[in-house]
């Protein structure tokens, strides 16, 4: 029988395969370095819009600080504020760095060089007040952060761990919860604070305290207090507290 000839394995360097691979990875690199380092695009200008509480000096700061990337290539130290350099990774640490944030877009102009980074804040709904600790929340019932002196919003005082408590009996989120106290107040302006605990809540009006049950229906709740409201009208001064959970009665007291 005839043997067979070993085929001769081809040097790596002398396939083609290789030469090919070896061009696009160069490729690669140069057009990499000219986007990231070329002097055609590096930023001019970065603007902020739309900021109203935040320091615009420090959102401009954080951005530029992750907007800028430095290598040390064979000794040289190259810096680079390309408008190529990806965003998403600054989006994500200003977000994380400024819960005051709801949401936020970057727009380049590759033209003028020019970022320009729009800001949408949280809009505040209430205090909410836990352990002596007080934050604004939004209508997600996200934090903003903690509460200093600001006035105008309602205010609610957590007197049991909502999230291992009422959450489980209630049935609703903390969002759920601020929407249905934010449902009262708007229907009454004067029922500015309320108390949490374990199997009812407390709307505060003038002298008086109207008990609520969140297990049964609000809106109920609420005609039952506008007509005690409005039948006693002036006397209600006299009253301590008026318990509206019991289904058609009204405890006065």
């Not at 029988?1 to 090919?20: C, D």
């Not at 061009?23 to 140069?30: D, G, N, R, S, T």
């Not at 420090?58 to 600080?65: G, I, Q, V, W």
Request: hydrophobic share 40%; glycine share 2%; aromatic share 14%.
């Amino acid at each position: 029988m005839r043997k067979k000839r070993k085929r001769k394995k081809i040097p790596l360097y002398k396939k083609k395969s290789f030469w090919f691979f070896l061009f696009f990875i160069l490729l690669a690199f140069i057009t990499s370095y000219f986007l990231l380092f070329s002097p055609y695009f590096q930023t001019k200008e970065t603007q902020v819009l739309g900021v109203q509480t935040i320091s615009k000096e420090e959102l401009l700061k954080n951005f530029k600080s992750n907007a800028t990337i430095s290598l040390n290539i064979l000794g040289n130290n190259l810096t680079s504020e390309s408008l190529f350099i990806p965003s998403q990774g600054k989006l994500s640490n200003l977000l994380e760095t400024f819960p005051e944030i709801e949401d936020i877009s970057v727009k380049k102009n590759y033209f003028t060089k020019k970022i320009t980074v729009n800001i949408k804040e949280k809009t505040p709904i209430c205090i909410w007040c836990s352990n002596d600790v007080c934050v604004l929340l939004d209508k997600k019932a996200t934090f903003i952060k903690n509460h200093e002196n600001e006035i105008g919003f309602i205010k609610i005082n957590e007197y049991i761990d909502y999230e291992n408590n009422l959450k489980s009996w209630s049935g609703e989120t903390k969002q759920d919860f601020i929407l249905t106290l934010f449902t009262i107040y708007k229907n009454n302006n004067e029922i500015k604070e309320f108390d949490i605990y374990a199997d009812k809540f407390l709307g505060k009006y003038k002298n008086i305290t109207f008990v609520f049950d969140p297990k049964e229906n609000i809106d109920w709740q609420v005609q039952k207090m506008n007509v005690i409201l409005k039948t006693l009208d002036s006397h209600v001064e006299n009253l301590k507290y008026i318990d509206l959970r019991f289904g058609e009665q009204v405890i006065i007291k």
